[in-house]
């Protein structure tokens, strides 16, 4: 009836008390279970990119030393053997020997300064991550027949260090790869950019492959480690016959 007060009582004070305070409970255990997961699940992820980090450093390392041993030994082995022969050479056959060494040594440089360049960049302190895309368009247009096209209008701005040759190692494994399996004459590399975002699309118009038999190589997983670390997205399309074609995208506030 209207301007009768509503009579509760206390035992079903209780039992709303109750109710509320389940609730509370259910939610609380709720919002606990989506935090535990968020961090076991943001852990695994941290734990298989460091992984993937060693993984890719340990290969680099070898391959390095692969090139040392398959490369530079042998020429420094055949200089130590041309000097020895120096002292029991007649004269009149001495100039074609140190000719000779003359050239296993220019090459034996040659290697040393690939190797330099595997490791930094060269240009990359000073022209940035343009100009070390350049000289890497020089080096394999000069050593192979594959010709490589470059889109750099847009990339006019400077990044950090560590972001333009962490980009720069993600180019060269994939244009390096291309050039060894591709079986393509062309290569092409373009940047855009907005706002928000800067793009990377590298293809060429090789073989390709089938991305569902190799999707685990270890290729693959270094390009994917290294973008990762600046907290990048790609996307990869290849057929048989039909060549390949990356497109890596970074939010800018990741690489600046």
Do not use: C, W
Not at 14 to 21: Q, S
Not at 112 to 119: F, G, M, N, S, T
Request: aromatic letters at 8%; glycine letters at 6%; a neutral charge.
């Amino acid at each position: 009836m209207p301007g009768q007060d509503i009579q509760i009582s206390e035992s079903e004070i209780i039992r709303i008390f109750f109710i509320v305070l389940i609730f509370i409970a259910l939610l609380l255990s709720f919002l606990f279970i989506i935090i535990v997961t968020y961090y076991r699940t943001n852990t695994r992820r941290q734990a298989e990119l460091l992984k993937a980090i060693v993984e890719t450093q340990e290969k680099e390392r070898g391959r390095i030393a692969m090139d040392m041993h398959d490369e530079l030994g042998p020429l420094l082995s055949a200089v130590k053997l041309h000097v020895g022969a120096i002292k029991n050479t007649p004269p009149l056959d001495l100039t074609a020997v140190v000719l000779d060494t003359q050239d296993l040594l220019d090459e034996a440089i040659g290697q040393i300064r690939q190797i330099i360049r595997d490791l930094v960049p060269r240009n990359i302190h000073q022209k940035g991550l343009a100009g070390a895309i350049y000289d890497m368009q020089q080096y394999f247009e000069t050593y192979s027949s594959v010709k490589i096209h470059l889109h750099l209008d847009e990339l006019t701005e400077r990044f950090s260090l560590q972001s333009e040759i962490n980009i720069y190692r993600i180019i060269q494994e994939i244009v390096n790869n291309a050039v060894k399996h591709a079986e393509t004459k062309e290569i092409i590399i373009a940047f855009h950019k907005n706002d928000q975002h800067l793009k990377i699309e590298i293809s060429d118009k090789g073989k390709g492959f089938d991305f569902t038999k190799i999707s685990n190589g270890s290729g693959l997983k270094n390009i994917e480690s290294r973008i990762r670390l600046n907290k990048g997205y790609y996307e990869v399309k290849s057929g048989q016959g039909q060549g390949t074609a990356y497109f890596i995208a970074f939010q800018k506030i990741n690489i600046v």
